[in-house]
Structure formats: C-alpha cells, structure tokens
C-alpha cells in the first residue's frame, strides 16, 4: 500500500497496490500489519458500516464528542467526494478541511482520525460506501456541523443544486456554534 499525505498531517489517502487482469481485480482492502507499518497507527477497529445513497446525497458533516470515532472510509461501488473537518480547537489545521475522491475505479480509501467531522457527497448515480470505526457509534455524543458552514468554505462538486439532506443533517450548526475538541 502507499500512503498519501493530505494538507493536513493526519488525515490520510490509503492507496492499496491493486492486482488486475481481464478477469477482473483483487486487492487486500485491509491487513492490520501492513496498515500499521505504512502509517505508524496501530488501531482496534470495533465496528464496519455499509451505507448505500443516491447521487446528491450529502451525509455529514459528523463526529462524536465522547466515544471519538477514528474512520477508514472506502468506496466499493460509485464515487464519493469526501470531506475531512478538523474539529479540535487546540490543533493548528482546527476548522481546515481536505476533500478527496474516492472511487470504485481509484481504490482509495481516506484515513479520517478522532477529533475530525466527516461527511461526503455522492457523485455518481449512486455509492456503496464502506467504514471501519475505532469506537461504536453512540448517538447521545454525535454531532453535526452545518455542511454549507461559510467559515469552512468546503467546495463541494455539486451540479447546480442543493444536494439531498437528512433531517438531522438539515439542523447541522456553524462550526462557531458547535462543541468541538478541546
């Protein structure tokens, strides 16, 4: 695998070294050994989800104040334009954002650690979308920045139209408002 540095240090692009031929592909998707040795992170993930949205969708952005959630997300079907916010006020990035495509057809996947809210944007007729966790979802702490937030300034792909929310995405707050990391 090759690791990707982001403009911000932690957040990370996992490129995985894909086999293919005429028949078709394989690829180990994840190896604790290898992830551990290529990026310095020796993580226990505890739970794997698989969402499945439209073209337009936009889910975040989310993070969970207790119960911090590191996630490694992929793509296996579709494309996505996913978004990295870091949440901790103490740290020199705090309100910056990265934003990468993943891809069935790049292989991607984006290292997003604690202390940073997630989101991202369908881009393709619709996305398959996989991720591990470092803790189990917990409702009671999650939270929810507004994804429009002007002080972010996050430039999504969108094709001239606002993209489909959640009603609790639809209530996300300004970074300015929310509670964020120490």
Request: aromatic share 12%.
């Amino acid at each position: 695998m090759q690791i990707v540095p982001t403009a911000i240090p932690e957040v990370l692009i996992i490129e995985p070294k894909v086999f293919g031929d005429a028949r078709g592909f394989f690829f180990e998707s994840y190896n604790a050994r290898a992830f551990a040795q290529a990026t310095g992170l020796d993580l226990n993930f505890v739970q794997d989800n698989h969402s499945r949205s439209a073209r337009g969708v936009l889910r975040g952005l989310h993070y969970q104040l207790k119960q911090a959630q590191g996630k490694l997300v992929r793509v296996v079907r579709g494309s996505v334009f996913d978004v990295a916010v870091d949440v901790r006020r103490s740290s020199p990035t705090f309100g910056r954002w990265v934003g990468v495509e993943l891809s069935e057809s790049n292989h991607r996947q984006l290292w997003v650690p604690a202390g940073f809210a997630h989101g991202f944007l369908v881009t393709s007729e619709s996305a398959e979308f996989l991720y591990k966790t470092t803790d189990y979802y917990a409702p009671e702490h999650e939270r929810c920045i507004a994804w429009n937030d002007p002080a972010i300034g996050i430039e999504w792909p969108l094709d001239g139209g606002a993209p489909a929310l959640s009603a609790k995405d639809q209530q996300g707050v300004p970074l300015a408002q929310a509670e964020v990391f120490a």
